[in-house]
């Protein structure tokens, strides 16, 4: 069955370090989305991508954020400078129809640890 | 504000019990999910609803859109329906809105 991918599974970094958080949707979607979850917290959505470009994205998205898609497979996303309150699981999910009418696929997420 | 809210916070059952979990939101929706999250932390989309009522195996999921209420019900539970139900709504645009989940824990 397919399914979307991330990577790294957990990463440890240190306060102001860039990171990357890569994943691989699953191939004949076209709506991919990042969320996150602060330890004992709910899921939050962080962006929405379609069409190469953000289509939606929430207040926690500031500039220290961004996202890509470089080669038609991976979704990537990027925090410039990490904070400490940064640390937290990150989800990829990808859908083939739009987020309010599609299922979601979430990845086993990338758990980001900022020391 | 659009809240989303779960009942209860915690369940604990005996396997072969009848499970009930419940979902309200403030506003109406263009759609309902209910997810459930693994004890290490991977989350599966178990249904999307916008109307009526949903069945898989055990689990059976309805909406109510005049009261902006839905359940989660799974018959005949067993040990390994122990996670994290998760209910989590969208209005419209590409975002859900989660709930804070209900940790079901199913002992033998």
């Known amino acids: 069955e397919p399914e979307v991918t991330q990577t790294p599974s957990h990463q440890v970094t240190q306060m102001g370090q860039e990171v990357i958080l890569r994943c691989v949707p699953i191939?004949?979607?076209?709506?991919f989305y990042w969320y996150r979850q602060i330890l004992g917290q709910k899921v939050e959505f962080l962006v929405s991508?379609?069409?190469?470009?953000?289509?939606?994205k929430s207040e926690i998205f500031d500039d220290q954020f961004s996202v890509e898609r470089p080669d038609g497979s991976n979704f990537t996303l990027k925090i410039r400078s990490t904070k400490l309150e940064d640390s937290a699981m990150y989800f990829c999910?990808?859908?083939?129809?739009?987020?309010?009418?599609?299922?979601?696929?979430f990845g086993e997420g990338s758990r980001l640890t900022v020391l | 504000k659009n809240e989303v809210e779960q009942s209860p916070q915690n369940l604990t059952a005996q396997e072969g019990e009848f499970i009930t979990i419940n979902c309200s939101y403030s506003?109406?929706?263009?759609?309902l999910h209910w997810l459930q999250q693994h004890p290490g932390g991977g989350i599966v989309s178990l249904f999307m609803?916008?109307?009526g009522k949903k069945k898989h195996g055990r689990l059976i999921a309805t909406i109510n859109i005049q009261e902006k209420h839905s359940s989660l019900h799974i018959t005949a539970s067993h040990p390994r329906d122990s996670a994290v139900y998760i209910c989590?709504?969208?209005?419209?645009?590409?975002?859900?809105?989660f709930g804070t989940g209900t940790r079901l824990q199913v002992f033998p």
């Open positions: 999910a990808s859908s083939v129809l739009r987020g309010s009418t599609g299922e979601l696929f």
């Open positions: 191939s004949n979607h076209l709506y």
């Open positions: 991508f379609y069409n190469n470009e953000i289509s939606e």
């Open positions: 506003v109406g929706i263009s759609a």
């Open positions: 609803l916008s109307s």
């Open positions: 989590a709504v969208s209005y419209n645009t590409d975002k859900l809105i």
